[in-house]
Nanobody
């Protein structure tokens, strides 16, 4: 059974940092494109960051460029999202997703993935 499990969410003050993890089971992540998405109440799900499985290229939404970093540890079958300089507008449920598609460049930021985790809540508030 293919499964993705996110963790690491929580409450943080503006300017703070959080590190999210996405652990895969039932399949090997290095054969998949991985994306991090978020969805705030009343808003559509949006792509935050993604990593290609063909060449390891990474992409970021403009709203998080320079603040968030995506990385993968194939030995642990885990993908991370390091989030720094967090802002209240980063508050959302964060999801990781996986797909075997070799997306064309930043198309991996689109929510076209087959496998999704259950999400982890990130709240940025003072």
């Amino acid at each position: 059974q293919l499964q993705l499990v996110e963790s690491g969410g929580g409450l943080v003050q503006p300017g703070g940092s959080l590190s999210l993890s996405c652990v895969a089971s039932g399949f090997t992540l290095d054969n998949y494109a991985i994306g991090w998405f978020r969805q705030a109440p009343g808003k559509e799900r949006e792509g935050v960051s993604c990593v290609s499985h063909s060449d390891g290229s990474t992409y970021y939404d403009d709203s998080v460029e320079g603040r968030f970093t995506i990385s993968r540890d194939n030995a642990k079958n885990t993908v991370y999202l390091q989030m720094n300089s967090l802002k209240p507008e980063d508050t959302a449920v964060y999801y990781c997703a996986a797909d075997t598609t070799d997306f064309f460049r930043s198309a991996c930021l689109l929510p076209l993935y087959e496998y999704w985790g259950q999400g982890t809540q990130v709240t940025v508030s003072s």
